[in-house]
């Protein structure tokens, strides 16, 4: 018998037939003897219906209520799976994010689990109930209801598995695992079989979606078992095994044979160009100062040389949804920074290589440059770690400039035209 965590997202659960295929496939598990909690997602769709009823009715909603309104799409599902189950057979009950509860911090949209007690779920999984947890939210001390941010559900399920001690914590989606890149844009993207906290990270952080960068993290801190496989198999069967998300000892030395791990794109950030800043001491730190305070996150940054001129042009970027705020910062500044203009830019993207086989190759980011420049792709900004190259460009050439890397890479699935 193991303890298991199963999670299914937003399009696993969109519509009731699909729950009632959710529901085989806890049953599948269930049926051999093990303890398995479910963490659900709403429906695909659902949750930024909820966000546009939030945004209609007050463009400066209050984020309490907002989550109040977003976390109702989990308690949908998870309702509706505890149904679709006893239905079948398997005695279940759904757990909201208070009855558990969930603690959380008070960062309403965006909050932080802080713990679960999972006390009375454990004894309910102990007498062979499955149970039913929605994803997504949780509640502060205050007794308010909290939300995780989006894609939250998938933290949910690690910060569960984490708190039960599970023995693994199965992320169900809709593609089979992990890929060298987004299958939905290079079909020549090849799975992968086991990949590293670390790569996975960075690969989240820098926009591969499939999993929450923060349910990474948290699955590396705790040491929990993920692994990322496809929920449209068939339900009764055993599923075909997807990506393993495991530590580097685990891996060993094939680890430094590839040398660039997978592709990721973003294209949730603009750019914004502050022309003619006086080059002098303190510069820089006048325009990024009120940017931390107002809570913005800048991400790559660029500052030109001053030829004699005495100014110099600052680039930068934010994420898209803060430019409006970050540009109101910044004019509110223009005195005491002292620049001439202010360009905002949002038609950019964000495309990143991660492998940690980079640590111990050089010519990584002289590859990307050169691939990029033989297809007249410009490049508007450059960061890197120790396991990332980071270049902005036009987002015309983001589907173009991961193609044509990810062939450049060796990535390319073998049995590709
Ligand atoms: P869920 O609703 O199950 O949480 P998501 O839509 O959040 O699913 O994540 C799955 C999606 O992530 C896939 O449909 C795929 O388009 C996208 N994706 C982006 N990068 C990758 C990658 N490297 N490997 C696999 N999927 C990826
Ligand atoms: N439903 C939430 C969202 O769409 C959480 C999740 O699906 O993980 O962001
Ligand atoms: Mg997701």
């Known amino acids: 018998m193991a303890r298991i965590v199963m999670k299914f997202g937003g399009t696993s659960m969109a519509g009731i037939e699909r729950i009632r295929v959710v529901a085989r496939q806890v049953r599948r598990e269930w049926k051999k003897g093990h303890q398995v909690a479910v963490v659900v997602s709403a429906m695909s769709g659902d949750t930024d219906r909820l966000v546009g009823f939030c945004r209609e009715a007050s463009p400066l909603y209050d984020p309490r209520e907002y989550d109040v309104v977003v976390a109702s799409g989990e308690q949908v599902t998870s309702g509706l799976l505890a149904i679709a189950l006893q239905a079948i057979g398997v005695p279940a009950r759904s757990w909201l994010g208070w009855q558990l509860p969930v603690r959380t911090s008070d960062a309403h949209a965006s909050a932080r689990i802080r ?4 006390a009375a779920m454990d004894a309910s999984l102990a007498a062979g109930e499955v149970a039913v947890v929605p994803g997504f939210q949780g509640l502060t001390d205050e007794g308010r209801v909290t939300t995780l941010g989006r894609g939250g559900s998938d933290t949910s399920a690690v910060a569960v598995a ?6 693994r914590c199965d992320i169900y989606t809709d593609v089979d ?18 990949i590293t906290y670390e790569e996975m990270l960075e690969l989240a952080s820098v926009g591969a979606k499939v999993l929450q960068t923060r349910s990474v993290g948290l699955a590396m801190k705790e040491r929990v078992r993920v692994q990322v496989l496809s929920s449209f198999g068939d339900p009764d069967e ?13 891996i060993g030395d094939q680890m430094e044979d590839q040398l660039i791990t997978g592709i990721a794109y973003d294209r949730n950030e603009a750019k914004i160009t502050l022309t003619a800043v006086p080059d002098k001491p303190g510069a820089v730190a006048g325009i990024f100062a009120p940017l931390a305070d ?3 996150n800048v991400d790559m940054i660029v500052q030109n040389v001053a030829h004699g001129t005495g100014s110099t042009d600052v680039t930068f970027t934010v994420p898209a949804a803060e430019l409006t705020r970050a540009l109101d ?15 905002p830019d949002t038609e950019v993207c964000k495309v990143s290589v991660v492998g940690v086989g980079m640590r111990s190759h050089a010519g990584v980011a002289a590859t990307m440059f050169d691939v990029l420049a033989g297809r007249g ?11 990332k190259v980071s270049v902005l460009i036009h987002q015309d050439y983001t589907e173009l400039a991961v193609r044509v890397l990810h062939t450049a890479y ?8």
Do not use: H, Q, W
């Open 329 to 343: 910062v910044l004019e509110r500044a223009k005195e005491t920074i002292g620049f001439a203009t202010l360009v």
């Open 410 to 417: 060796g990535l390319d699935a073998e049995d590709a035209a």
């Open 238 to 250: 055993e599923p075909a095994p997807g990506t393993f998300v495991v530590s580097e000892e685990e």
């Open 177 to 194: 695992g992990v890929y060298t890149t987004d299958p939905r844009i290079v079909p020549r993207a090849r799975k992968i079989g086991r």
């Open 115 to 118: 713990g679960i007690d999972t």
């Open 162 to 167: 984490a708190a039960m001690k599970a023995d």
């Open 294 to 296: 107002a809570s913005i």
């Open 377 to 387: 792709i410009n490049i508007l900004a450059i960061t890197t770690s120790e396991i």
